[in-house]
């Protein structure tokens, strides 16, 4: 649309209204643009609403599938032996870690069966939140009889 006939169309508007005086259409102008300006600005945080909730929405389906996937190792399985035992070795040798750091020890591709051991250990009192810094793992009341045992 040309700049004419925006003018034309905006004046027409006005009139209909009421507004004739060159200053009252100004100052409806400007009322206009605010309110617009506004509807956009909520507009924007709701984009960004919308972008955080997706984000969050990740995080749960990451942890759905993931716990689908765990749901199904054998944890008396050799491959899930040898996870167990990495994870026992990290934490002996480190006293502590975070889940990240288990699994980059433990070796690529082995997340979801790190997750299982972790959980698994965890549920036996093996091993632990820390209970000052709530990211870190480490070992738990039962970790000398599992080790030892």
């Not at 199904?72 to 026992?88: A, C, H, L, N, R």
């Not at 870690?97 to 790190?114: E, L, M």
Request: aromatic share 6%; with cysteine; charged share 30%.
């Amino acid at each position: 649309m040309n700049k004419a006939r925006i003018i034309a169309e905006y004046v027409s508007k006005c009139a209909k209204n009421g507004i004739s005086s060159i200053e009252d259409i100004h100052n409806q102008l400007k009322k206009d643009i605010k309110e617009i300006d506004e509807k956009l600005t909520s507009f924007d945080s709701l984009r960004i609403e919308r972008a955080n909730l997706h984000k969050v929405l990740e995080h749960f389906s990451a942890i759905l599938q993931t716990d689908k996937m765990t749901s199904s190792f054998d944890d008396e399985s050799e491959e899930m032996i040898e996870v167990k035992g990495k994870v026992i070795d990290f934490i002996e040798k480190n006293g502590s870690g975070t889940t990240r750091d288990i699994i980059t020890s433990v070796g690529y591709n082995q997340d979801a069966k790190v997750v299982r051991v972790i959980k698994n250990l965890a549920e036996q009192g093996v091993i632990e939140r820390d209970k000052e810094n709530r990211i870190n793992i480490v070992p738990g009341p039962s970790w000398n009889n599992y080790v030892k045992g």
